[in-house]
């Protein structure tokens, strides 16, 4: 954002995640970095952070939407916005593996499944934050915009798998290795809070039996007869991961 607006208020409530993008933008350009200020809090305290009310031109919220308390929240960006102001959102959910369902339902069954998927091995889906899982599994579908304060509201989504049909809109589509999809799943929250809860099942990289990623992509390669055949060379074999992605936009009145 910062080429582009003369000042940048950037938001979140992880001290952490605030430390890495101040990290991040530290090493990039000098022109850049110094109109963004970082600040450790959330939307629903905006008014804290910014110069005043309607002193922003644009409010952006990259996969943190599914979070906000709307009660509040959209009140503090109908105050913190200018007439003409563009709020926007912007999230995406769950890839999929393009032309191999079989793997994907395997990989939902394991990330959403409760209870034991194969004996002694709990699903990871009590693992998940809820609500805002839900809700942007959802595509924020369950999000309405007011219309007192709001106009030109623009809802762009596209369901995971599914082909494009808003042609001038670019999509989350990926071509990968396998290998980069099974570590981009041990990114995800509700396998760390998976691991939190089994400490004693470790993963064959710790030196363990397996732990629940391993054991899943066990079964993913199994599905996929081209996958299974390569043996210890699946790894290579290549994938289009499609992420369900969603986009709302609107204008202050």
Known sequence: ????????????????????????????????????????????????????????????????????????????????????????????LDNVLMGNEQATEVMEKFIYGFGDIVPGIEGMGPYWEQPGRNILRNLLRSVSVPSDDWKDVTRLEHEPGKPNDTEDVCWLRKKMKLGEVEAYTRTFSCYNGWKDAHPEIKSRADGGSGDVVDIMWNQMVDSVPAWKAMGDRWREAEVVSDWGTYVIMATRR
């Open 1 to 92: 954002m910062s080429p582009h607006f003369q000042r940048v208020v950037a938001i979140d409530p992880s001290a952490g995640m605030v430390e890495q993008a101040r990290s991040m933008t530290s090493t990039g350009r000098e022109k850049d970095k110094n109109n963004i200020t970082f600040h450790q809090g959330r939307a629903e305290e905006l008014s804290k952070f910014v110069p005043g009310p309607g002193s922003v031109d644009v409010a952006v919220a990259g996969q943190a939407a599914h979070w906000f308390d709307y009660g509040t929240v959209w009140r503090e960006l109908a105050r913190a916005l200018k007439p003409g102001g563009t709020v926007a959102f912007w999230g995406y």
